[in-house]
């Protein structure tokens, strides 16, 4: 059997997380490295790995996940100011673990481009 992902041992409870939010669906959890005052991570209790994962998924799934996403950034109180979602797939864009997750970033005023 596959190794199970950091993010699959968080989920399970088996290793420690600053939990934010969780339904059914998703499961919010403060990062590890935050990079604004407000920096979480939403994961789907649905596991793929990446992007490339949803298409061949169900539309009402994937789209069950992205309303989750933005339930957590309205709970986290960042939905009048603005935020930003960021989703990593692949060494190009440094994903490390190969767990679908969406970065909510938000609290301060961001810059764009990204890096
Ligand atoms: P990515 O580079 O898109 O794969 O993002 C992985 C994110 O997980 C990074 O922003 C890390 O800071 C974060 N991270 C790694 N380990 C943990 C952990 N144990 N708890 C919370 N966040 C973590």
Redesign the pocket.
Known sequence: MEEKT?FEK?LAGE?P?EKVYEDDIVYA?????PQAPVHT?VIPKTKWRGFPDFENSSSEAIGEYMKGIARVAKELGLEEGGYRVVF?WGDDA????QYV?A?IIGGRQLTWPPG
């Open positions: 950091l968080i290793i997380s959890f403060k990062d590890i490295n991570l990593n440094q994903q490390t673990v997750h970065h």
